[in-house]
T-cell receptor, first 118, second 112 residues
Framework: NAGVTQTPKFQVLKTGQSMTLQCAQDMNHEYMSWYRQDPGMGLRLIHY???????DQGEVPNGYNVSRSTTEDFPLRLLSAAPSQTSVYFC?????????????????FGEGSWLTVV | AQSVAQPEDQVNVAEGNPLTVKCTYS??????LFWYVQYPNRGLQFLLK??????LVKGSYGFEAEFNKSQTSFHLKKPSALVSDSALYFCAPGGNTDKLIFGTGTRLQVFP
């Protein structure tokens, strides 16, 4: 089972460049999200989606865009990279049970994308 | 708003000794509580969760967690620590929220 797949695993960007982190899941999960992980900060939620066509902001959305055209894919776009966006990014998904997500459902994470902005 | 607190940035324990990683929570309604583990350069992996029922929840790799409603705690425990248990551990609340929030995590270091 592939689970949650993130690409690329490593990327170096120059300030001002744009790029897209790809995330795909093959578990037919409704809920998908993006986190960034920084030393001493834990995981911070960037954006999330409760289903195709629906996205919303998390704790730290500035500088990032997302879209959810299909259930499987949830790409994260950096519009104009800044050194402050140097981080490890994790995509996650979970099954949306009946009612508001995600309730008691287990979250599945990708293996991470290491991004450096110079 | 739902939140968790992990009061210890790091926990050090000798191999073979019992370990505890602490978590307290603040949630409205019935809490769903999770523990995840992150090994170096990897994504988070599910360890165990409390939904309802027995207050002692058993999970992967010999870990267990005790749900204590009166103390609003969900501490992670293991009777005998292994060096391979060294990792970053996250407590997280579930429940009826769109925004899954994690804490800052606790680094567990098990010494031989």
């Amino acid at each position: 089972n592939a689970g949650v797949t993130q690409t690329p695993k490593f990327q170096v960007l120059k300030t001002g460049q744009s790029m897209t982190l790809q995330c795909a899941q093959d578990m037919n999960h409704e809920y998908m999200s993006w986190y960034r992980q920084d030393p001493g900060m834990g995981l911070r939620l960037i954006h999330y989606s409760v289903g195709a066509g629906i996205t919303d902001q998390g704790e730290v959305p500035n500088g990032y865009n997302v879209s959810r055209s299909t259930t499987e894919d949830f790409p994260l776009r950096l519009l104009s990279a800044a050194p402050s966006q140097t981080s490890v990014y994790f995509c996650a998904s979970t099954r949306d049970g009946q009612g508001p997500p995600p309730s008691g459902n287990t979250i599945y994470f990708g293996e991470g994308s290491w991004l450096t902005v110079v | 708003a739902q939140s968790v607190a992990q009061p210890e940035d790091q926990v050090n324990v000798a191999e073979g000794n019992p370990l505890t990683v602490k978590c307290t929570y603040s949630v409205s309604g019935n809490p769903y509580l999770f523990w995840y583990v992150q090994y170096p350069n990897r994504g988070l992996q599910f360890l165990l969760k409390y939904i309802t029922g027995d207050n002692l929840v058993k999970g992967s790799y010999g870990f267990e967690a005790e749900f204590n409603k009166s103390q609003t705690s969900f501490h992670l425990k293991k009777p005998s620590a292994l060096v391979s248990d060294s990792a970053l551990y996250f407590c997280a609340p579930g429940g009826n929220t769109d925004k899954l929030i994690f804490g800052t995590g606790t680094r567990l270091q098990v010494f031989p």
